[in-house]
């Protein structure tokens, strides 16, 4: 059973672009989340998305945002990127909320 | 949000030697969740915990809800050198909190 895949792997991009991160979830899993990693801040709930619906949102500004399709792949997109964005972003992919959550190896994003 | 407390933020341990962490919060909760994390990767369930009270083995971890369903312990025991990372415990509730995760404890071993 595949796990959760995420891509790419490793990004760098200048300040004030924009980046799109993709995450496909464990087959089955119709909830995914993602999350934010950084040194100091630790790990942050960025949104959840299930079954095409955005169901929570974190305390993030507008400039993240993200989307689930009918497969229930999901991808999330920074706009306008700032130097603090730059962070390991997280997936995780559930069957069901509160039963555990399967998470990606992360998409690492450097903002020069 | 809610507020997860997480002790200690490194341990720096023998090889051998057994391992206790924990997290408490400021509200009650009805799932518990420990992750462990390796450089480079994404977290990984260990335990989760549904029930006040509730002891939960997995090899050589084990993990306790507390009475109050405001803290949880994580145990290791015997430690060896795998057992390096950072471990998160982790609450799921809706709205702005989504996954709540504690700040993490770094397990360190030295030879």
């Avoid at chain 1, 991160?21 to 790990?43: D, E, F, K, M």
Wanted: contains cysteine; charged residues 15%; positive net charge.
């Amino acid at each position: 059973k595949a796990g959760v895949t995420q891509t790419p792997r490793y990004l760098i991009k200048t300040r004030g672009q924009q980046v799109t991160l993709s995450c496909s979830p464990i087959s089955g899993h119709r909830s995914v989340s993602w999350y934010q990693q950084t040194p100091g801040q630790g790990l942050q709930f960025l949104f959840e998305y299930f079954s095409e619906t955005q169901r929570n949102k974190g305390n993030f500004p507008g400039r993240f945002s993200g989307r689930q399709f009918s497969n229930s792949r999901s991808e999330m997109n920074v706009s306008t990127l700032e130097l603090g964005d730059s962070a390991l972003y997280l997936c995780a992919s559930s069957s069901q909320r509160d039963h555990g959550y399967t998470f990606g190896s992360g998409t690492r994003l450097t903002v020069v | 949000g809610q507020q997860l407390n997480q002790s200690p933020q490194s341990m720096f341990i023998q090889e051998g030697e057994d391992v206790s962490m924990n997290c408490t919060s400021s509200s009650i909760f009805n799932t518990w969740l420990w992750y462990k994390q390796d450089p480079g990767e994404g977290p990984v369930l260990l335990i989760a915990l549904y029930k006040a009270g509730e002891l939960t083995s997995n090899g050589r971890l084990t993990a306790q809800f507390g009475i109050t369903r405001k803290d949880s312990f994580l145990n290791i025991s015997a430690s060896i050198p795998s057992d390096v990372g950072i471990y998160f415990c982790m609450y799921s509730g809706g709205g702005a909190d989504g996954l709540t995760f504690g700040k993490g404890t770094h397990l360190i071993i030295q030879p």
